[in-house]
């Protein structure tokens, strides 16, 4: 600890403002009994190093880290897990003696966050067709890496830009999945066979007119299908609203970004926190 006796943590972003974390992890020290700091800091990139390496001081457990710095601080990291090193992003630095570890909390925040509403768990290969993602940024890899590595389920991309979806499905080549990537157009989807769509494109964040799938037939999905908006900005999507206009479960973003933060509050404390209480804790706030 330091010399204050609280365990200290930090969100590195720029901008810093407006982020859910510090009430997250404020709720996680809380839940946990734990004395603890998280305190969002705006650090523009070329601050990003010198940031870091502060994190390696005694007491402090680590950070989180969003745009701009996702990918950026893979090189002043000592070590990066599976999940960082295969999504090319780290959304969690831990600290450990003096170390600092890389982590991607966001990819297992999803499959939790799906676990949760009862999709992806072991087993329903056999009656689970393709899942659907929207999107080719940062977010789409994380969600590539939960239905392709985790949930070893085909995976199709699809993006306004097709060429992007084109090389994310290409970055995947090598990668030993027992399940396919690739690129697709709307009209190519075998949508009767589809019973996920996760929508990794920022259409629709703080546009709640904005939807990734314009005029699209939702009754085409096959039963039981669920809508997963990473989006959580506004609650309601247009996504969300279309589909469930047509029956068709939908869920947004919250449980994800509840989870990511939980899994990164166990990597820094051991402690698990119930996803339940950040999920009040952003109510909340
Ligand atoms: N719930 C969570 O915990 C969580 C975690 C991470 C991210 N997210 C959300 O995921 C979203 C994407 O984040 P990111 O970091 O991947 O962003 P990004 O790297 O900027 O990528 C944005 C993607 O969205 C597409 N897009 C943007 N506007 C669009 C529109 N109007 N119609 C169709 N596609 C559009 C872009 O397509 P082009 O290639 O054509 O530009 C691109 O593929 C954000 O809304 C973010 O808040 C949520």
């Known amino acids: ?32 009994g734990l004395p603890g700091e998280y305190t969002a800091l705006r650090v523009p990139a070329p601050d990003l190093p010198a940031a870091l390496a502060r ?15 996702k990918e950026a601080a893979l090189p002043w990291l000592d ?32 499959l939790a966050a799906l676990h949760g509403l009862g999709v992806g768990a072991a087993g329903d290969r056999a009656v689970a067709g393709p899942v659907v ?21 085909d995976v199709l991309i699809v993006n306004r830009t097709r060429v992007r979806a084109e090389e994310l499905a290409a970055s995947w080549a090598q990668a030993e999945a027992g399940a396919e990537v690739r ?22 964040l703080d546009a709640p007119g904005q ?4 005029g699209f037939d939702f009754s085409a999905l096959a039963p039981g299908a669920l809508v997963y908006d990473m989006v959580y900005s506004p609650r309601e999507t247009r996504l969300l609203q279309d589909a ?5 479960r939908a869920e947004n973003g919250l449980g994800m970004l509840a989870h990511q933060a939980r899994l990164a509050f166990r990597a820094w404390t051991g402690v698990d926190v119930p996803a339940g209480a950040l999920l009040a804790a952003l109510e909340e706030a």
Request: hydrophobic share 50%.
């Open 79 to 110: 070590e990066l897990s599976d999940a960082a090193r295969a999504v090319g992003a780290v959304n969690t630095v831990i600290h450990r003696g003096g170390r600092l570890i890389g982590e991607n909390t966001d990819a297992p925040g999803l």
């Open 183 to 204: 690129a697709a157009d709307l009209a190519a989807v075998p949508w009767p066979q589809v019973r996920l769509i996760v929508n990794a494109s920022s259409a629709g």
């Open 1 to 32: 600890m330091n010399p204050s006796g609280a365990l200290r943590a930090y969100l590195y972003a720029d901008p810093a403002a407006h982020s859910r974390s510090p009430a997250l992890h404020r709720a996680a020290f809380a839940h946990a």
């Open 55 to 69: 994190l390696r001081t005694p007491g402090t457990l680590g950070a989180n880290l969003s745009l701009p710095h």
């Open 211 to 214: 939807t990734p799938l314009p």
């Open 244 to 248: 469930r206009a047509a029956g068709v």
């Open 133 to 153: 993602v929207l999107g080719a940024g940062g977010a789409a890899r994380a969600a590539v890496y939960t239905a392709l590595i985790l949930m070893k389920r």
